[in-house]
């Protein structure tokens, strides 16, 4: 058994209550975490419409729909993740389907600074980078991980930290641009191909 307990997938928030925990601290002109810069509640504000549009229009492949059909055993999905970030705006909601698909499939959100003791055992390249998403089986041993982004959007983040640009907005431009083609089937594809075979 990892770092996450019953108590962590008891305390977290459904992805309904994190979507209106969101709505809720906009409103009052925050975010979520102790950054509560003029930028981050931008970047929250930003996020929520995304988040809306990809509820609203995200589609899953049949294959994908399938697949969840056919889980056979409980499954905890734990999804790490903040207001602000950018990539989980475009994942958590094609996760969130995923899972709806599936009476076995249980999805649980947590914050990263919140729970900084469960995002410091899932730190990629030594950075705390979300969304991180762990898939647990019935007794919470790790089965699948997969985040903060897909293959091809980390490898856009790669070349331009190998550069050295300072740039990051035209970046993080090319990041969503190519979300946007992808249209979620990239995240599908990597989150299926972690399922235990049946």
Known sequence: MGIITKKYIQDAFTYEEYR?????LISQGKTTGPNQSQDFLNYSKLNDKRMDRVDKTQELEPETIAAMKGILAPQYWVVITELWCGDAAISLPVIEKMAAQSKRVRLSILLRDDNTEVMDEYLTDGARSIPKLI???????????????????????????????????????????????????TIQEEIISLLPQQ
């Open 20 to 24: 209106q925990l969101g709505k809720d």
């Open 135 to 185: 898939m647990l089986d019935a007794d919470y041993n790790e089965i699948g991980l997969w985040g903060p982004r897909p293959d091809a959007a980390q490898e856009i983040m790669r070349k331009w930290k190998e550069t050295e640009n300072t740039d990051k907005s035209a970046m993080l431009e090319d990041v969503q641009r190519w979300y946007i083609q992808d249209k979620g089937k």
